[in-house]
C-alpha cells in the first residue's frame, strides 16, 4: 500500500467539517443546514460501507486492520485511529441510524430550537472517533465530544420534562466523566502507555503486586462504560432520558448505549482476553449477571411503561442487556459463535428501536396535528404562535394512508424487537439461543447460558405483550387519520428498508459478523499491526 | 508530601461525593467540581512526585529521564481541566433553566414533602 488510507479519518472529518460550516450562516437558513447534514451523513454512509469492505481481508474471512497515525507520530507512543471489522459495522450502524432520523428532524424538530444540526453533527462525530480511535485517553475525549453534544440535543425543545431529566442526564455522565478519567490515570500509573493495543500487551506481564491496581483500573473504566452502556443498577436515568428527548434525538441516542457496548467489547477482549494470563476473563462473570439483570429489569419496565416512547426506552434496556451478557458469558467461555449473534441482534434491534422512537410521535398525534405540537412548543418558549402559522405547509405535504403506513411499520419493529420470524431480530436471536443451548447441553452448572435462554424468550413475549396492548389501543381504536408530513415516513421507511435489507442478506451480514467475532477473540493481529505499523515518513530522509 | 497529597486527594473526593448525592442543585455542582479537583490532582500524581525536576527535555543527546517532570499526566490533566470545567458550566446553565421551570432547586424539581 502506499501512503496511507486517509479513509479512515473521513468519519470524524466529515462532520467536523459539515458542523463548522453550519456555524457560519444563522438560523434562519434551516434548510441549508438541513441540506448541509443531510449531505454529510449520506457521505459518512457511503464511507461507512466502504470502510466495511477494506475491514475484508483478500480472501474475506481474516480481520484487515488497517491504522491511521494521526499526526505521523510512531505507535504507539502517538494517538493512532484503528480501523477493524468490529469498528467497521459500529460505523455502518451509526450511520445508518443517523440519515434517517435526520431526515425525520427536517419535517419539524430541527426548527424547534436552537444549533440542532451543527450539534446532530458534533455528536455524530464523536460517536465515530469512539468507535475508531485506538488510544484510551482519545476515546475519552470523543467520548467528552459526544455527550457535550448529547447534553445540548436533550434540551432541545425545551421544556420542563427535557430539563429536569437532562438535570440527571448530565450529573450521572459528569460523573462517568470522572470515573473515566480515574480509571484512565491509573492505566497509565500501572503501565505507563495508554494505546490499547500495547497495554494489551503488557497487562500479561505486569508483577503480581501492580495486578490489583490494573484490575481497580479497569473496574472504573468499566463503571463509566457501563454507565454508558445503562447496565442494571446504573440504567435508571435511561428510561426518563430517552422518554422526555425529542423523538429525532431519542432514535440517535440509540446509538449511544450502543458505543458503551462496543468500547466494553473492545476493552474487554482486548485486554482482558484469553492471552491476559492471571488476568484473563477479569470481570466477565459481573458482566453477565449484570446483562442478565438489565434484560429483566428491561422486560418489566417494558411492561410497565404506558407510552410508545417510554417503552421503547426499556427496550434499549432489553437490547443493551442481552449484548452485555452475551459479551461476558463470550468472554468467560471463549465462545465466538454466540458473540456474533449478538452483534447481529445488536445490529437490527437499534434499526428497529430508533424506528420506533421515530413512530412514537405521528402515531400519537391526534388532536391539531403539526400545529397544536408547535403551539405548545411556542408557549414552552415563551415565543408568539402565530410565527408558526406558515411553517405548517414547511413541514412538506402530509401523505394519504398515514395509518396504514405507520402500522406496517410499527408491526415490523415490533417483530424484530421481540424476536419473532421471518425478520432480523429472529436470526440474531436464534443464533444466540442456538450457541447457548449448543454450548451448555449436558450442563446445568452452566446457569448463566440456561439463565439466558429463558430471560431471552421470556423479554421476547413481555416485548409482545406490551407492544400489542399500545398497537391495539393507538392504532386499531383510534380511526382518527394522524397527520403525517412525507419527511417523517420517510425517515422511517428508510429504517425499515434497513431493517428488511438486513433480513434479506442476512448470510452475507451474518458470516461477516461471525468473522468479526472470530477475530475479536484473536487479539495477535490486532495487536501485531498497531505496534509495527511504521509513520509514513520513516523512510525518507 | 506523599502523604498530604493522598489525603488532599481523598478529602477532595470524599467532600465530593458527599456533596454530589445532596438534594439541592447548588450542592451537587459544588460537589461535581470538588470531585474534578481530586481527579486532576490524582492525575498529576500518576506521573510520580518528583520536586525540582524541568518539565521539557534539552534538545540533543541522550538524556536520563528520571531526571525529568512526566509530560504525558501534564497533557491529560490538561485536557481534564478544560472539559469538565465546560460541562460545568453547561450544567450551570441547566440547573438555571431547571430552577426557572420549576421554581425549587431540588433535584427533582420538586420538594419531597409537597
Request: charged share 10%; proline share 5%.
Amino acid at each position: 500500500m502506499n501512503g496511507p488510507s486517509h479513509l479512515i479519518v473521513a468519519p470524524i472529518l466529515i462532520p467536523l467539517v459539515a458542523a463548522a460550516f453550519m456555524l457560519l450562516y444563522d438560523e434562519r437558513q434551516r434548510r441549508l443546514k438541513l441540506g448541509i447534514g443531510l449531505l454529510s451523513c449520506a457521505l459518512q454512509l457511503l464511507v461507512a460501507v466502504a470502510l466495511i469492505i477494506q475491514a475484508k481481508d483478500a480472501n474475506g474471512t481474516g480481520n484487515a486492520v488497517s491504522l491511521y497515525l494521526l499526526g505521523d507520530w510512531p505507535s504507539p507512543f502517538g494517538i493512532v485511529l484503528v480501523l477493524d471489522r468490529l469498528a467497521a459495522v459500529m460505523l455502518l450502524m451509526a450511520s445508518l441510524v443517523a440519515l434517517p432520523a435526520l431526515i425525520y428532524a427536517g419535517a419539524v424538530w430541527h426548527r424547534n430550537g436552537q444549533h440542532f444540526a451543527p450539534l446532530f453533527q458534533f455528536l455524530l462525530m464523536g460517536v465515530n472517533g469512539a468507535f475508531l480511535t485506538g488510544d484510551l485517553f482519545n476515546l475519552f475525549v470523543f467520548f467528552e465530544v459526544m455527550l457535550a453534544a448529547s447534553y445540548g440535543l436533550l434540551l432541545h425543545g425545551s421544556g420542563r420534562a427535557r430539563v429536569g431529566s437532562g438535570l440527571h442526564y448530565i450529573a450521572v455522565n459528569l460523573m462517568a466523566a470522572m470515573l473515566f478519567l480515574l480509571g484512565a490515570a491509573l492505566v497509565y500509573g500501572v503501565t505507563g502507555t495508554l494505546n490499547m493495543a500495547d497495554l494489551a500487551t503488557r497487562v500479561p506481564r505486569l508483577s503480581d503486586a501492580d495486578r490489583p491496581l490494573i484490575h481497580t483500573a479497569a473496574v472504573m473504566l468499566s463503571g463509566a462504560f457501563l454507565i454508558k452502556a445503562a447496565i442494571w443498577p446504573l440504567c435508571f436515568w435511561l428510561p426518563n432520558a430517552y422518554g422526555a428527548a425529542a423523538p429525532p434525538v431519542a432514535a440517535v441516542f440509540a446509538i449511544l448505549t450502543k458505543v458503551g457496548a462496543y468500547t466494553v467489547i473492545r476493552f474487554g477482549l482486548l485486554v482482558f482476553g484469553p492471552d491476559a494470563g492471571a488476568s484473563a476473563g477479569f470481570g466477565a462473570d459481573i458482566l453477565a449477571v449484570g446483562g442478565l439483570a438489565t434484560i429483566a429489569f428491561g422486560m418489566f419496565g417494558v411492561l410497565a411503561a404506558q407510552d410508545l416512547s417510554r417503552m421503547t426506552g426499556n427496550m434499549v434496556l432489553v437490547s443493551s442487556g442481552t449484548v452485555l451478557a452475551v459479551v461476558g458469558l463470550a468472554m468467560e467461555y471463549d465462545n465466538p459463535e454466540m458473540l456474533s449473534g449478538a452483534l447481529y441482534y445488536m445490529l437490527a434491534s437499534t434499526l428497529a428501536i430508533a424506528a420506533l422512537f421515530l413512530l412514537a410521535e405521528p402515531i400519537g398525534r391526534k388532536e391539531g396535528g403539526i400545529a397544536g405540537l408547535l403551539a405548545v412548543t411556542a408557549e414552552a418558549y415563551g415565543g408568539d404562535p402565530e410565527d408558526f402559522d406558515e411553517q405548517e405547509e414547511d413541514a412538506g405535504p402530509a401523505i394519504p394512508g398515514a395509518t396504514t403506513l405507520l402500522g406496517i411499520s410499527f408491526v415490523l419493529c415490533t417483530l424484530v424487537v421481540a424476536g419473532l420470524p421471518p425478520l432480523a431480530g429472529f436470526v440474531g436471536k436464534l443464533t444466540m439461543l442456538a450457541s447457548a443451548v449448543h454450548f451448555a447441553s449436558g450442563m446445568p452448572a452452566l446457569w448463566g447460558h440456561w439463565a439466558l435462554v429463558v430471560l431471552l424468550i421470556v423479554s421476547g413475549l413481555a416485548t409482545l405483550i406490551a407492544m400489542a396492548r399500545w398497537g391495539i389501543q393507538s392504532l386499531w381504536a383510534n380511526d382518527e387519520e394522524p397527520h403525517l408530513p412525507a419527511m417523517e415516513i420517510g425517515g422511517i421507511l428508510v429504517l425499515v428498508a434497513a431493517i428488511l435489507l438486513l433480513t434479506i442478506k442476512a448470510e452475507p451480514a451474518m458470516r461477516y459478523l461471525e468473522n468479526t467475532a472470530e477475530a475479536l477473540t484473536q487479539n495477535a493481529v490486532y495487536i501485531g499491526k498497531v505496534m509495527t505499523t511504521a509513520p509514513v515518513g520513516a523512510d525518507q530522509p | 508530601m506523599e502523604m498530604i497529597l493522598s489525603l488532599s486527594i481523598g478529602v477532595l473526593v470524599a467532600s465530593g461525593v458527599w456533596l454530589t448525592l445532596r438534594p439541592r442543585t447548588f450542592q451537587v455542582i459544588i460537589g461535581l467540581c470538588l470531585l474534578s479537583y481530586g481527579v486532576n490532582l490524582f492525575i498529576f500524581a500518576m506521573g510520580r512526585l518528583v520536586t525540582g525536576a524541568a518539565p521539557i527535555m534539552p534538545k540533543g543527546g541522550f538524556v536520563d529521564p528520571d531526571n525529568f517532570a512526566d509530560p504525558v499526566p501534564q497533557a491529560l490533566v490538561l485536557t481534564a481541566i478544560v472539559i469538565s470545567f465546560a460541562t460545568t458550566a453547561l450544567f450551570l446553565v441547566v440547573i438555571m433553566a431547571s430552577r426557572g421551570f420549576t421554581g425549587t432547586d431540588h433535584v427533582d424539581g420538586k420538594e419531597r414533602d409537597s
